[in-house]
């Protein structure tokens, strides 16, 4: 008889039993714009779950090599790779640089992103090329790497459930359109989608794809929605839960997300914004 063309009848999967701090232990995760904001809380909490990491960076070495640093405390391994993620050479380097030195790689986190902001009429192509290019494109080829590698291994049951997680860094503007912001709100409307159809492609394979949404998170990317207190007054309108995210949450999160713990979950924009997401317009109005 043939063999079947993809595994759909793997065995049931063991469930973890291990305690939170060892969620991870065992996985290599690469974490794309690691060394800042979100992607650097994401990368020291996967390290300190037990994950050896690489932490990807186009500028800054000295703050990724610090936030390297910083996860190697967590007794793991952690190497900072120079790569910008809208570039398929540069990506496909990466890739071949991180198996190297890790073997193989268990977990994408697809979170660098960028904004340039402008009036639609001000927008310029080179605007709306680069936030697509990077938030979209560079999701693309990171995942597209992810899914070759993860393929090629397979499941290792000792490892993961799974034979690799890509968690995808959205955003609420995946679903809350955003005047001023058209590139932005594009690009993660995109990748809401580019992630749930790339679930339902390789669900078979024992792939998990999701994605983690955002809401209004304390990082350089909008200091002027928190920096002074008229803004974050003005920020909390927005939000029924009355305060702005920390990046260490969305860290949590993804731990959680990317670990056996989650190993039924797949193709879900998990919100993680205080509620922005519940129209708090109309908290009175209506
Ligand atoms: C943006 C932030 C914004 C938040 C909520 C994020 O995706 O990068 O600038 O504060 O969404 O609007």
């Known amino acids: 008889m043939q063999a079947p063309a993809h595994p759909s009848h793997l065995p049931r999967p063991v469930m973890p039993q291990c305690p939170p701090q060892h969620m991870l232990e065992g996985q290599k995760a690469l974490v794309t714009g690691g060394g800042s904001g979100i992607g650097r809380a994401i990368a020291l909490a996967l390290g300190q779950a037990g994950a050896d990491v690489i932490v990807n960076y186009v500028s800054g070495a000295e703050t ?111 679903v809350i359109p955003w005047a001023g912001h058209v590139n932005y709100a594009a690009s993660k409307g995109g990748v809401m989608l580019m992630m749930k159809s790339l679930a339902q492609e390789v669900a078979p394979y024992r792939i998990r794809v999701n994605s983690i949404c955002p809401g209004a998170i304390r990082t350089p990317i909008n200091m002027e929605a928190w920096g002074t207190p008229e803004a974050y007054q003005e920020l909390l309108k927005l939000i029924p839960y009355k305060r702005i995210g920390e990046p260490d949450e969305i860290g949590r999160a993804a731990v959680w997300l990317a670990s056996d713990y989650a190993d039924y979950v797949h193709g879900i924009s998990l919100f993680v914004d205080g509620g922005m997401t519940l129209y708090p317009g109309f908290e009175t109005g209506g």
């Open 64 to 174: 990724a090599e610090q936030v390297a640093t910083e996860i190697r405390a967590f007794g793991v391994r952690a190497m900072p790779i120079c790569a910008d993620v809208s570039d398929e050479d540069q990506v496909r380097a990466m890739f071949r640089q991180a198996i190297e030195a890790f073997g193989t790689i268990d977990i994408l986190v697809n979170n660098a992103g960028l904004q340039q902001d402008a009036a639609f009429e001000d927008m310029s192509l080179a605007q709306w090329n680069k936030v697509i290019g990077v938030n979209l494109t560079g999701q693309f080829l990171c995942a597209r790497e992810a899914v070759r590698e993860f393929k090629r291994r397979g499941v290792k049951p000792e490892v993961s459930c799974a034979a690799g997680k890509i968690l995808c860094i959205s955003s609420v503007h995946e």
